[in-house]
């Protein structure tokens, strides 16, 4: 195990250089399409700004954020498959930014399986630890002790095209395991396998991470993978992390508007400049207290709090989602529109068209400032 410090990295990546006659052209596409990002330097495009965080030993942390935020990029700089522009890197409290990934005692695990397809799966497994010199009878007991922990015994004297995706992954998870390294890396490892075969896989990286007490890190775009498999997530976009907190603290709490539309299924309804005067608000015609006297505010509350009441809001139903044991409804009040998620039974009866009442508790509120930053409220303990 190994605790990890992070320290104002900074990561640029140089623009791309035209080259020969027949990659010319392709290549000014690809330094006009840089020069075009978001952020760029004269040097070239910036993916990494002011990172900084601490990993305890032994902590599972998930690295949550859209496709080209910098995810992967700050997990091959803690491999040492790249080096950062700026900023250090520290493992227990010692810095590596100059060690190369084999000095580093960190295994990884990439979206493509990346085994070999003329070896077995056990001769796949046993390829780390035969390159590291381990007497043959502790490198088989190794091998078929990380085997059974994640069941693909009987895999063993199968090449990789006779595998399940499940087994493929597996064996690669296996591969990375087997040596017992200081920090595990994975990177959208399931992004590849439908839904029920991730739930699967999650719950053995849970079993794992609990008996194994290795430090993870583990990248994904999925909210609900961060939230099901984190100790701790860091929120990333453009290169930066906007949170850093527990599941808990990033669905109750987030820090702000991108945060709260992007983590939680529906997302959270959001109600952009609801003017405040005397530290009140009006939101689908009820009145609220507010967290200041006067100006305006983004409003959120999230569907699992929008509740049916006899004596509620009026609203009509839009259409309605049917997801077996939860109904997702899209409904209509006279001023906003809003999304609600209901029991199953709750809302068996609603078509589109129909009238029902809702009722928003103030406690559930959430509130943003101009900049879309979370403005502390009078906070309880659910809000």
């Known amino acids: 195990m190994a605790e990890i410090e992070l320290r104002e990295l900074l990561?640029?990546?140089?623009?791309?250089?035209?080259?020969?006659?027949?990659?010319?052209?392709?290549?000014?596409?690809?330094?006009?399409?840089?020069?075009?990002?978001?952020?760029?330097?004269?040097?070239?495009?910036?993916?990494?700004?002011?990172?900084?965080?601490?990993?305890?030993?032994?902590?599972?942390?998930?690295?949550?954020?859209?496709?080209?935020?910098?995810?992967?990029t700050l997990l091959r700089l803690i491999a040492g498959l790249e080096s950062p522009t700026l900023g250090e890197i520290l493992f227990d409290g010692q810095p590596v930014n100059g060690l190369p990934p084999e000095a580093r005692d960190v295994a990884m695990v990439f979206q493509n399986y990346a085994l070999y397809p003329h070896f077995t799966v056990f001769d796949n497994i046993a390829f780390p630890l035969r390159t590291a010199h381990i007497p043959r009878e502790?490198?088989?007991?190794?091998?078929?002790?990380?085997?059974?922990?994640?069941?693909?015994?009987?895999?063993?004297?199968?090449?990789p095209s006779e595998l399940s995706g499940g087994q493929l992954q597996r064996a690669a998870i296996?591969?990375?395991?087997?040596?017992?390294?200081?920090?595990?890396l994975m990177d959208e490892p399931f992004s590849n396998l439908d839904a029920p075969l991730r739930a699967e896989l999650r719950r053995y990286v849970k079993r794992i991470h609990q008996s194994l007490g290795v430090?993870?890190?583990?990248?994904?775009?999925?909210?609900?993978?961060?939230?099901?498999?984190?100790?701790?997530?860091?929120?990333?976009?453009?290169?930066?992390?906007?949170?850093?907190?527990?599941?808990?603290?990033?669905?109750?709490?987030?820090?702000?508007?991108?945060?709260?539309?992007?983590?939680?299924?529906?997302q959270m309804n959001l109600y952009a400049e609801i003017p405040v005067e005397q530290g009140r608000l009006t939101l689908m015609g009820r009145q609220f207290s507010a967290p200041l006297a006067s100006g305006t505010v983004t409003v959120g509350v999230r569907p699992v709090n929008v509740l049916q009441a006899a004596d509620g809001i009026p609203a009509s139903v839009v259409y309605t989602e049917r997801l077996g044991a939860e109904t997702v409804l899209h409904l209509r009040t006279a001023?906003?529109?809003?999304?609600?998620?209901?029991?199953?039974?709750?809302?068996?009866?609603?078509?589109p068209g129909q009238r029902v009442n809702l009722r928003i508790c103030e406690e559930n509120l959430h509130y943003f400032d101009a900049d879309g930053n979370r403005i502390a409220a009078k906070d309880s303990p659910g809000h």
């Open 138 to 159: 502790e490198l088989e007991a190794a091998v078929c002790r990380i085997a059974e922990v994640l069941e693909i015994e009987e895999c063993l004297t199968r090449l």
């Open 335 to 351: 001023e906003q529109e809003v999304t609600a998620v209901w029991e199953a039974e709750q809302a068996a009866h609603l078509l």
């Open 174 to 184: 296996a591969r990375a395991l087997v040596r017992k390294p200081k920090v595990f």
């Open 11 to 72: 990561k640029i990546f140089p623009f791309a250089s035209p080259g020969g006659i027949f990659s010319r052209k392709r290549q000014r596409e690809i330094l006009r399409r840089q020069q075009e990002m978001p952020y760029t330097t004269d040097e070239g495009v910036v993916v990494l700004q002011h990172v900084s965080a601490r990993i305890k030993s032994g902590e599972f942390v998930v690295l949550l954020g859209p496709s080209g935020c910098g995810k992967t």
């Open 215 to 266: 430090t993870f890190i583990y990248v994904t775009h999925d909210h609900n993978e961060a939230l099901s498999l984190g100790q701790r997530i860091l929120v990333m976009r453009d290169g930066m992390v906007i949170q850093d907190g527990t599941p808990a603290e990033i669905y109750f709490k987030p820090a702000n508007t991108y945060v709260a539309s992007s983590v939680g299924t529906p």
